[in-house]
């Protein structure tokens, strides 16, 4: 753990020595040396951290890695104070501000010589705990090596336990089992690769297991081979476990010089020896995405063969990395429906059925499991042994997080879910531990969390990227380790919200509060009896409604984050401004908080602040001085228009200040906040959504310089004002979302006047009047989404549209007044979603025979003239979901299956639902049920 705090500490150090050299001369030499020490003890922490994934950490080496990672902490915030204290010091002018300035050198002064001091004895520490290091017998492990974890496993291991499961032990294995036995002895004669993926715990070697003794299988394959894997692996080791195991099954006696052979030989070796064999491997925990590349040149392909190679890994890149196989499968297995686990959960803890005076307590122990068959066997397997009392149920409930932590009886999950993290390099470690910051079940935007990592310096630069994007890369692999698990999907396919499952939040927790990373104050954890002074770094509050912050005055916390705290105290936000000086993060979403003190102003480290859906209505004008500032997240607050100040803040990333999608103006048009000349001097926005453009002429001169934004919100856009925007916008190379509003539905947006459009843009939304359509449209191969609203074109949009190659979501809100719309064939082949609504000329819609062929959804009303459904809509086989809104009974029934016209036309349509409008203003919701 300590790595993590000394590396970050590192590379937050070199930076800063690098941008603020000028502030931190004559201390920077001392902390050039401090950064050199640190370096030579990192490979000592690498040791420690593997020792302690094997579980072979002794109390000695745990008191070691704790002072480590203090006086990381430690230099942290001696340069934090040191930066603070030179950037609160006046700037005055004339005769008085001579003495202030004098006096202010003093001050610096004093200060270098603190801090220089300061610095020494944290030399000396650093030295004394590097000399106490070299005691303890640490091996120096390469930064690049792949950890040990895996090595000299002395816990019993749960993964070895799941090979021997009876089959009549375990639920839901039919449907997973009869697909991967069907594609082990069907299908191609070539060499397959089936992989099965799922986070830990979910049961992918006890699937395989069965699979694998199977006799359908054993029959169907001449040579059969388990490897178990794990996190290392040496080539030449798992090459011989092979060989063993072919020969001993034809009870052949294993060649005497296998143990002197090199790679090479034992590769010929063993093909050798399957030439001609028809053979199945099963490669179990598998970590590493090169292991395919190293593994496939020892087992030959022959023609009309059928061999087959099963691999189960947490790893979707592991999976990826077998695609060049002819035949290739994935099997994303995944975590167990509620009824499944229910049943499993009472085979273990009852044996027969749930007691009706525990049926309550049991459905929330099964839901904390959240369908992980290696909770639920484990936690019933404990409870199997409790007396069936409600009180002792209850305490187990509550409890469970500490359970895992302390009960030898659960040490066996907590490893095997600790081995995702364990695998983790340091900086994915701190994004990952990030999600304990949120509540239980908690689904954050992708955005939201993105921007906090890079508030928290846990994003690292990379030449040709820009920090959102490497951050975005950073969600990605854990996605693909199974590790994070996708909420919701966003129009362009990326991850739009996302989650960690309940069993691996409470791992976090462990680790959070063992590295001081984080700490959480909530009903359930009502004390701060058992934090660190030294150590907490991040306060998450949760459903609190007192003044326990009072009590932490002495506390080096560096962010803050309020969840569902609606009642909290007047007293909140004065004491933790006038307690925490250093804080980088505050996130005070939802919180009822009615004003921001001026005193904001003083957290000149501050990087992230939050007030969404707060009821504040005023910014104070001392936010200009937060000069280190990366987010300030407006959304859904009251707070309408931004104080001239804010254009200060040259740093500053993303600007968010819109309205949620309920709240629009009396026209039904998005609402945006009110900005000040000046904002131009912004350069380093990267989001600014959503604005109201002021007439005058400045504004678009402003906007033109943010040549960096890949997120543009504008509102309120006058007629006249249509060439300076499209001016602007084409300043903005990178520009991926834009999304625009005139003043009122009749304004005209003219937007016809741009040569050269942004080619990166993905989502693009135009709401108010078009007199043409922009052409420029056309040629946009990256757009995947578009929706214009209140455009009443007159002539045809699909034409512009059909051919764009990236399309995958097309909506028109009252944005055609022509009476046909026509799909024409060879158009939209990539589109997914279609929503047509107000469209009140429309009185037909023809889809041809070849256009359309991945629609998923199509969204229709209110079109009062429509009379017959989309004529060519049987031909839309992956059409899953069709929806008519505000219709006519009678046009409903066209499409019931009992006499229906229209039914033959739908009947291949999984979901159809009609709101029919029964002439009283009330709709009333019918869903087309095909069993009638």
Not at 675 to 683: P, Q, R, V
Request: charged content about 25%; hydrophobic content about 40%.
């Amino acid at each position: 753990m300590a790595e993590i705090a000394v590396s970050f500490v590192i590379d937050r150090l070199v930076p800063l020595l690098q941008e603020e050299a000028q502030l931190l001369r004559g201390v920077s030499v001392e902390v050039n040396s401090i950064i050199a020490e640190l370096q030579v003890i990192k490979p000592f922490l690498r040791d420690a951290d593997e020792r302690d994934a094997r579980g072979e950490l002794d109390e000695g080496v745990k008191a070691w890695v704790k002072q480590v990672r203090q006086v990381s902490h430690h230099i942290e915030d001696i340069i934090d104070e040191y930066m603070l204290h030179l950037a609160e010091c006046p700037q005055r002018r004339g005769f008085i501000g001579f003495f202030d300035k004098a006096g202010h050198y003093f001050k610096k002064r004093k200060s270098r010589h603190d801090i220089a001091s300061e610095i020494q004895d944290v030399k000396r520490t650093i030295c004394e705990i590097k000399e106490r290091g070299n005691t303890y017998g640490f091996s120096s492990i390469d930064q690049q090596g792949s950890t040990s974890c895996g090595k000299n496993v002395t816990w019993h291991d749960l993964r070895v336990a799941s090979e021997f499961t009876e089959e009549t032990e375990i639920v839901g294995i039919e449907s997973p089992r009869n697909e991967l036995t069907n594609w082990l002895v069907e299908g191609s004669p070539k060499r397959g690769v089936i992989s099965v993926v799922g986070m830990g715990g979910v049961g992918k070697t006890t699937l395989a297991k069965i699979i694998y003794n199977n006799p359908i299988v054993t029959a169907h394959f001449n040579c059969h081979a388990w490897i178990s894997v794990s996190l290392t692996f040496k080539m030449e080791e798992l090459l011989k476990i092979m060989i063993n195991q072919f020969y001993k099954e034809q009870n052949k006696s294993v060649p005497e010089d296998i143990d002197k052979m090199d790679v090479r030989s034992l590769i010929e070796k063993l093909r050798d020896y399957l030439g001609g064999k028809r053979y199945v491997v099963v490669f179990d925990d598998v970590w590493d995405s090169n292991f395919w590349a190293f593994m496939k040149d020892a087992l030959p392909d022959k023609p009309n063969g059928g061999s087959r190679v099963v691999i189960t890994t947490r790893n979707d890149a592991v999976a990826d990395s077998c695609k060049e196989s002819p035949f290739y499968h994935v099997h994303k297995l995944l975590p167990l429906p509620q009824d499944m686990a229910w049943d499993l959960f009472c085979k273990k803890a009852f044996q027969t059925v749930c007691p009706p005076e525990l049926m309550d307590l049991s459905q929330k122990i099964v839901k904390r499991c959240e369908g992980l068959p290696l909770a639920i066997v484990t936690i019933g397997g404990v409870l199997a042994t409790k007396e069936k009392v409600m009180r002792q149920w209850q305490a187990f409930l509550m409890s469970l997080g500490s359970e895992l932590g302390s009960n030898p009886r659960f040490t066996g999950i907590k490893r095997i879910l600790s081995l995702s993290y364990f695998d983790l390099p340091y900086h994915l470690k701190l994004c990952y531990l990030y999600f304990g910051i949120f509540p239980e079940d908690f689904s954050i935007s992708c955005g939201r969390l993105i921007r906090l990592w890079i508030a928290e310096g846990l994003v690292q630069r990379k030449v040709g990227k820009t920090l959102e994007e490497v951050a975005e890369e950073y969600l990605t692999e854990l996605i693909y380790r199974s590790l994070v698990q996708v909420s919701v999907v966003n129009y362009d396919g990326k991850a739009r919200s996302c989650r960690v499952h309940d069993m691996m939040r409470e791992i976090i927790l462990l680790i959070s509060k063992d590295l001081g990373f984080c700490d959480i104050l909530s009903k359930d954890n009502p004390g701060f009896e058992s934090l660190d002074i030294l150590e907490t770094r991040r306060l998450s509050i949760h459903n609190r409604e007192d003044n326990a912050l009072e009590s932490i005055t002495g506390f080096r916390i560096r962010s803050v984050f309020s969840f569902n705290a609606n009642e909290l105290p007047k007293s909140f936000v004065g004491i933790l401004l006038s307690n925490f000086k250093l804080l980088k993060t505050l996130d005070f979403g939802n919180a009822s908080l009615y004003y921001l003190p001026e005193e904001v102003g003083n957290l000149f480290h501050l990087r992230y602040l939050s007030i969404r859906d707060t009821e504040i209505k005023v910014l104070p004008k001392s936010i200009g001085r937060l000069q280190n500032l990366l987010t300030l997240d407006l959304t859904r607050s009251h707070v309408s228009e931004l104080p001239v100040e804010i254009n200060r803040l040259h740093k500053l990333r993303h600007l968010l200040a819109y309205l949620d999608e309920k709240i629009k103006s009396e026209f039904g048009l998005q609402q945006g906040v009110k900005i000040h000349e000046g904002f131009g001097h912004l350069e380093a926005l990267q989001e600014l959504y959503i604005v109201e453009a002021n007439h005058g002429p400045w504004f678009f001169e402003d906007l033109r310089k943010l040549t960096q934004l890949r997120k543009l919100g504008i509102t309120k856009l006058k007629s006249e004002n249509g060439k300076a925007l499209c001016t602007a916008i084409e300043q903005m190379n990178h520009l991926e979302s834009l999304d625009v509003s005139s003043l009122s539905p009749d304004e005209i947006i003219d937007l016809q006047h741009i040569a050269c459009a942004p080619q990166y843009l993905r989502s693009l939304h135009l709401q108010g009047r078009l007199e043409t359509f922009p052409v420029w449209i056309s040629t946009l191969e990256n757009l995947v989404r578009v929706h214009f609203s209140w455009s009443r074109l007159t002539e045809d949009p699909l034409p512009f549209l059909h051919t764009l190659p990236s399309l995958s979501e097309l909506g028109l809100n009252d944005a055609y007044d022509g009476e046909l719309l026509h799909f024409k064939e060879g158009g939209f082949q990539k589109l997914k979603v279609l929503g047509l609504k107000n469209l009140n000329a429309l009185h037909s819609v023809i889809i041809d025979n070849g256009v359309l062929p991945i629609l998923k959804e199509i969204i229709i009303g209110p079109t009062p003239q429509l009379k017959e459904v989309p004529s060519g809509i049987q031909h839309l086989s992956k059409l899953t979901y069709l929806a008519f809104y505000d219709t006519t009974l009678e046009f409903a029934r066209k499409m019931k299956p009992s006499g229906g016209q229209d039914y033959g036309v739908v009947k291949h349509i999984p979901r159809v639902l009609f709101w029919v409008n029964r002439g009283d203003g009330q709709l009333k919701t019918y869903m087309l049920s095909h069993d009638k």
